[in-house]
DNA sequence: ACCTGAACACCGTTCAAGT
DNA sequence: ACCTGAACACCGTTCAAGT
């Protein structure tokens, strides 16, 4: 005779080892996104999925996030803090404030390389996602790492005195779109292959210019 | 007495005007598709509206799109060939071929302005548009037009001669960049003050290099 | 506090059916 | 050929309910 009531009990048994508190199921959901992104890209990523793989209902999600978007942010949060930290690791190496400006968009371009669902996110999610308070501040922390090499430069005597906040643009403008056309696959060449194009050429042209010879 | 016959009658009476041939359907769903990504978006536009706004039922564009990515595919191939006739436009004013290679940078990121909806969708869309073949020739074609002003720049000493590829990659990604960073609103001045900057400024600095005084 | 299932109003896409 | 309504398997979000 079939026991229904075993089975009841059984699955009544799984659930009090772990009834409730996920343990820190906000990071796991934060978790779970970054990579369910990383495979289906941002469009297609759902809440709903998200919530499976970390093993809770659908509406689980909502104890942590107001919504799919403040989700999203957390994401892209989370990308600023890295997209700094690349662009740190990358200008240490410089000897000179012009090779740290070089290297320091170096460093975007290999972030967005390493992590284009967060650079995706970061940009092209369809809210702005810097209205969110933490998204706004690491955008901003990111954006002065690479005015500060401009500061440096300078100071230096690499470039020209005066605000550098015109300059800053430019770079910010010429790194993102080689790194932006290079993960949508828009460019000529393999994704790997565009830091060492930007390595032997692009930094060059943009430091002297489309006209220099 | 209420005669509902009347007023089925009457329904009926209107739809034999126009029962089928909607004249034609596909551009009235490729314009539709158009004001709607302009009014909610590239990610909020939905097939089922725009066939709403054409006065079809929600699965009538299956007869002229394969699906979604297809109308996407549709409105992306329209926006590459209007940014091909805006760089050709704003480049024919230009006396010397750096005039118009400025000139035509200045005309792609005054697509990106007057068209946000359809560079977004060329260049965001979840799939890669290129890979529709009238989006990836009419891309080709909005490429070669940057091309193209290189290479008159170096057939008349105004760059350097070699291979005009390299640089062309460097000033798309220059004037990409800075569009798209307009458009999505990153940067600290409003959209219509950008092309004022790349006048004043980007331009010179992406011509002359961010190192020079 | 934290999590659940049921419910609501949407999608994109398919299909058999109508003219 | 061109269009329709019904249906399917999804969404995001809300809500009353459980522990």
Redesign the interface.
Known sequence: MLRLSTFVSENWAVKPDRPYHHGNLKDALLEAAVALIAEV?P??FTLREVARRAGVSHNAPYRHFQDRDELLAAVAAQGFGRLTASMRRASSAGETA?ER?RLCGRGYIAFALEWPEHFTVM??A?F?V?QYPECGAAGRAAFETLVERIRE?QAEG???EGDP???A??????????A??AI?????MEPEQVLG?FDG??AE?????????
């Open positions: 890209g469009q297609a012009l400006w940009f092209e369809a702005d810097s430069a690499g470039m020209p906040m015109p300059r643009l430019v770079s910010w403008a010429g790194v993102h779109g080689l932006k056309l949508s696959r828009r460019l000529p194009f050429f692009g042209a943009m430091l002297r210019g489309m006209a220099a010879r």
